[in-house]
């Protein structure tokens, strides 16, 4: 609190600095006209429409198909090894199979192995036609 000294007496101000107030409401003033005319804008969403006649969920999911990947960078696909060039062509042949039931691929890579080998084999799931790709965690 600030005190006047005119008088030789100190008293108490009961004036109130209101040019803080002020700055802050500016800046808000400020926010809200730069933000308000970009809300006013529609964004198009095209939304999943019910269907009346959902598709039959009698097919027993395919097991999982496990695809690691060493620290050299070596893919092994379900337990087998295989060279990366050919890991395209097997995924392309698990998704012919049965394009509507396709088995779920958990990639397990080792924390020393490089990210291209990685992005390969995305890149090659995503050429396929993959669908249901998924991480294996190891808890530490």
Do not use: C
Not at 9 to 18: H, I
Not at 61 to 75: E, K, R, T, Y
Not at 80 to 94: D, H, I, K, W
Not at 104 to 114: F, K, L, T, W
């Amino acid at each position: 609190m600030a005190f006047k000294n005119d008088s030789g007496g100190a008293s108490p101000m009961a004036d109130m600095n209101v040019t803080p107030l002020v700055d802050v409401m500016l800046v808000l003033l400020i926010i809200f006209m730069v933000t308000a005319p970009i809300s006013s804008y529609p964004i198009d969403i095209n939304l999943p429409q019910p269907t009346l006649n959902p598709p039959p969920v009698d097919k027993e999911p395919p097991p999982p198909v496990s695809l690691v990947i060493d620290a050299s960078g070596a893919v092994t696909w379900d337990h087998t090894p295989m060279p990366m060039s050919q890991l395209e062509s097997v995924m392309r042949q698990t998704v012919q199979r049965d394009p509507t039931n396709q088995p779920r691929v958990e990639i397990d890579v080792n924390g020393q192995a490089q990210y291209e080998a990685l992005a390969k084999v995305l890149a090659y799931s995503k050429n396929a036609g993959m669908d249901k790709i998924g991480f294996v965690q190891h808890d530490q």
